[in-house]
């Protein structure tokens, strides 16, 4: 779960990281009232979960109360990367004399967590040379460390003591929080020495949720994905017509591979995880009716205990119930098959031995209707 | 070091073993939906499912299996160095430390959604121990026609010296079975598991198998997400891996920074993305398939060589 900018900046105020002060505004009229407060100039800030926000426009600058108004309405109805703003961050302008690069990441390949810190704030991290990377035991970052990556970033004595702090709580909320990264990009220093987060860049591990009962707040699922995690199915939205459904994450990701290789374009990806019954493929069904660019569907499943006559009945019974009114194309492997495909004849659904001919069936299919 | 963590002693054991082929396994939680189906499974295969833990259930008996209250007690009547973990995710940590503590030496980690932090204490303790966890999110280990340690279905498996290393189940099990359907059987099939943190991740597997003689290939199964197979090309430039590899990476097409089913299968910039996986591979000279199908003939290729 990638939080949005201001819920992050939440837990590093949580945690004494200091940020500008802010207003979060979802319409004009209440981002007046944060005119008000803040008074100007200050940054209007998107509120995105990807990134790319400044490049887009997504970030502006207000400096006088005529700006504010068609500022805030372009950023408001303005789409990154197929996203609409969760609100609007107002924040007043600090005087910045430095800027740094500081995150905590969950280093997948040494099974550990990694500071990277860089003297160059605000920079594309992956194009920079002029960074430090240091890997960290659980049990915590020492001073010494914290000293020593202070000093390769040449900080300066009055902010040495804020940055050394600063590390020790970025640390203590990746932990506490379960964080899979939390990055700070970038951190100003102001002209007293002091330090504060200018932006926040934080994701979650979803799979400790259970145990975060106030981070729960900031889950964001759209109905269709609420639907699908409450049969607990993976699901993601894509931009194409072809829902594809499957049991197995590798599974349906290879599957997607493979319609976009035969000029394909996915519009679904469902896995509905190991058990195929005709209540899963029934459910996972009713959650694809839900996609309005859907033209037809891709089963494909593959499994030692597959029956397929029953996903066969399942398919069926969704037609029979009106849930959906597109053609299914299917490979199942598994018992039952010959059965299952005389089941579905005469039915809009049809059985074929390989992925690859059901994939090149289905493609033809939605390329000449 | 990995190196010397010898799998097969441990799954199958030695020649002169009395139990030779039939080693011991325990599986905690063993009485719930997913662990009682898989244990006859299991045992139908040829796996000695010697005890189940289950607090609160010792003294039963699960399928003829006696049910212990510990792995304390469970390991001490055993002698067994494996577990096959079924337990929910937020009761994992607990159910892998117990293990650990009780003498296992390796631990299959079958739950999905089990927090990162969680997986990565395990990892260190395992080390500690001089143990080693397979997961988590895994479908588990095979050793074919001998026993499993897992969920895999048994029919896609035959034996054979090819090795099967997953990030995936479900591509494992039709990989094995696009293999086998060429002659090529398996030595062992590994599933590395979904998520971001691996106990075994494909190094450490390369590194299980990369001295036997009776191994004569190896199929790498992957997808996007971290950096797995950048860093398995390296070291098989760096090591001079002399088996022929082929690798496969489901996810070419997903859009990025979603999460693709698995914890693990996002990318973040060009961090975890397919291309640079393909690039590094081709740098260390592993042909990547297209599509599952194709893996077989890239690798009669490769042998041929």
């Given at each position: 779960?990638?939080?949005?900018e ?6 590093f ?6 940020t500008?002060?802010?207003?979060l ?10 005119t ?8 209007l ?5 990807v ?23 372009d ?9 609409l703003?969760r ?19 969950l ?27 240091q890997?960290i035991p ?9 000293n ?6 040449n900080?300066?004595?009055n ?5 050394v ?11 506490e929080?379960?964080?899979e990264?939390?990055e700070?990009?970038?951190?100003a220093?102001l ?9 926040a ?23 269709l ?6 049969n ?14 499957g ?23 469902l ?17 694809i009716?839900e ?13 030692g ?14 037609y ?5 009114n ?9 018992a ?8 579905l ?15 090149n ?9 | ?18 139990d ?7 599986i ?10 898989h ?44 577990s096959g973990?079924?337990v929910?995710?937020?009761f ?11 003498g ?27 143990a ?6 895994t ?31 479900t591509l ?20 590395i ?28 199964v ?12 390296d070291?098989?430039?760096k090591?001079?891996?002399s ?6 990476i489901?996810g ?24 640079s ?29």
């Amino acid at each position: 779960m990638r939080l949005l900018e201001y819920q992050g900046k939440e837990l590093f105020n949580q945690y004494g990281i200091k940020t500008p002060m802010s207003f979060l505004a979802s319409n004009v009229d209440e981002g007046k009232k944060g005119t008000q407060m803040l008074g100007f100039p200050f940054v209007l800030k998107s509120q995105l979960t990807v990134g790319g926000r400044g490049k887009a426009g997504a970030i502006q600058k207000c400096k006088e109360p005529s700006e504010f108004e068609p500022k805030f309405n372009d950023i408001l109805h303005k789409e990154v990367k197929g996203e609409l703003p969760r609100g609007i961050l107002l924040e007043k302008m600090v005087d910045i004399s430095k800027e740094l690069y500081l995150s905590i990441f969950l280093n997948r390949s040494k099974r550990c967590f990694t500071i990277i810190a860089s003297a160059e704030g605000g920079v594309d991290i992956e194009q920079t040379d002029n960074k430090v990377m240091q890997d960290i035991p659980l049990d915590g970052i020492d001073l010494e460390l914290a000293n020593e990556i202070s000093n390769k970033l040449n900080i300066s004595d009055n902010s040495k003591s804020g940055f050394v702090e600063l590390l020790f709580s970025l640390f203590k909320l990746v932990i506490e929080k379960e964080a899979e990264l939390a990055e700070i990009n970038p951190i100003a220093i102001l002209s007293d020495g002091s330090l504060i987060a200018l932006d926040a860049k934080v994701i979650i591990d979803d799979n400790s949720l259970f145990r975060h009962d106030d981070l729960k707040k900031y889950l964001y699922l759209s109905e269709l994905e609420i639907q699908a995690s409450k049969n607990k199915f993976s699901f993601v939205e894509l931009d194409g017509d072809i829902a594809i459904i499957g049991n197995g994450a590798g599974l349906v990701m290879s599957t997607l591979d493979m319609v976009s290789d035969a000029n394909g374009q996915a519009g679904s990806f469902l896995d509905f995880g190991g058990k195929a019954t005709s209540e899963t493929i029934y459910k996972a069904l009713g959650v694809i009716s839900e996609l309005p660019k859907i033209k037809a569907i891709l089963v494909n499943l593959y499994g030692g205990i597959v029956r397929t006559d029953l996903v066969a009945q399942g398919i069926l019974d969704a037609y029979k119930n009106n849930i959906i009114n597109v053609p299914v194309f299917a490979r199942i492997s598994g018992a039952e098959s010959e059965k299952a495909k005389q089941m579905l004849q005469g039915s809009r659904a049809k059985l074929f031995d390989t992925v690859e001919e059901a994939i090149n069936a289905v493609v033809l299919n939605v390329n000449t209707t | 070091m990995t190196s010397q963590f010898d799998i097969f002693k441990i799954l199958v054991g030695s020649t002169s073993d009395k139990d030779f082929g039939n080693k011991p396994v325990i599986i905690q939680g063993i009485t719930g939906s997913f662990g009682s189906t898989h244990t006859k499974l299991m045992k139908s295969y040829g796996t000695n499912i010697a005890a189940g833990v289950t607090p609160g259930k010792g003294g039963s008996k699960f399928d003829n299996v006696p049910i212990y209250n510990t792995m304390q007690e469970a390991v001490q009547s055993t002698g067994s160095l494996i577990s096959g973990i079924f337990v929910p995710a937020p009761f994992f940590y607990d159910a892998a430390k117990e293990a650990l503590d009780s003498g296992i030496k390796l631990i299959v980690a079958i739950p999905e959604h089990v927090p990162v932090l969680d997986s990565i204490k395990v990892f260190e303790y395992a080390k500690k121990q001089g143990a080693k966890m397979i997961g988590p999110n895994t479908p588990g280990v095979i050793v074919p026609e001998v026993m499993k340690v897992g969920i895999m279905p048994a029919q896609p498996f035959t034996k054979g010296n090819t090795v099967v290393f997953s990030r995936s189940g479900t591509l494992m099990y039709e990989v094995s079975s696009y293999l086998s359907e060429y002659g090529f059987g398996q030595r062992l099939g590994l599933g590395i598991g979904g998520d971001p943190i691996n106990g075994s991740n494909l190094i450490d597997s390369f590194e299980l198998i990369r001295d036997r003689d009776d191994v004569d290939s190896v199929v790498v199964v992957g997808e996007i997400g971290g950096d797995a197979e950048e860093q398995l090309s390296d070291y098989i430039i760096k090591t001079n891996f002399s088996k022929p590899v082929v690798a496969y990476i489901a996810g070419r097409s997903a859009p990025k920074e979603k999460r693709m089913g698995h914890a693990g299968a996002i990318v973040y910039g060009n961090y975890g993305s397919a291309e640079s996986k393909i690039n590094n591979y081709s740098k260390a000279n592993v042909p990547v398939a297209k599509s599952p199908r194709e893996i077989p003939l890239l690798l009669k290729e490769q042998l041929k060589k």
